[in-house]
């Protein structure tokens, strides 16, 4: 079964930062995008980051400069460097990943738990 584990949330002061890794573990037999989303209190979920399969990289406009998506094949491993944090970006981050499981031929998307990323002023 596949599954996808959220770490490194926490609570920050303005402008400090944190580092955020999400690991896809279970029999994959194809890992395709893997994505960062963020959840506010009363918001809708967005998309912050984005790392396609092809290495393309997308950012929401509100963190473009200061936030970093990388990727570690080797490891299904996808990373948000979070710099120059602020308020605004307090939020439940979540990993989503579009992958085929092993054994299927369709992909299909993965979500984590979330993890809490407080950022006071």
């Known amino acids: 079964q596949v599954q996808l584990v959220e770490s490194g949330g926490g609570l920050v002061q303005a402008g400090g930062s944190l580092r955020l890794s999400c690991a896809a573990s279970?029999?994959?037999?194809?890992?395709?995008?893997m994505a960062w989303h963020r959840q506010a209190p009363g918001k809708q979920r967005e998309l912050v980051a984005a790392?396609?399969?092809?290495?393309?990289?997308n950012y929401a406009d509100s963190v473009k400069g200061r936030f970093t998506v990388s990727r570690d094949n080797a490891r299904n491993t996808v990373y948000l460097q979070m710099n120059s944090l602020k308020p605004e970006d307090t939020a439940v981050y979540y990993c989503?990943?579009?992958?085929?499981?092993?054994?299927?031929?369709?992909?299909?998307?993965?979500w984590g738990q979330g993890t809490q990323v407080t950022v006071s002023s």
């Open positions: 989503n990943a579009v992958l085929i499981p092993a054994g299927q031929s369709k992909s299909r998307g993965y």
């Open positions: 279970g029999s994959i037999f194809s890992l395709n995008a």
């Open positions: 790392f396609t399969s092809g290495g393309i990289t």
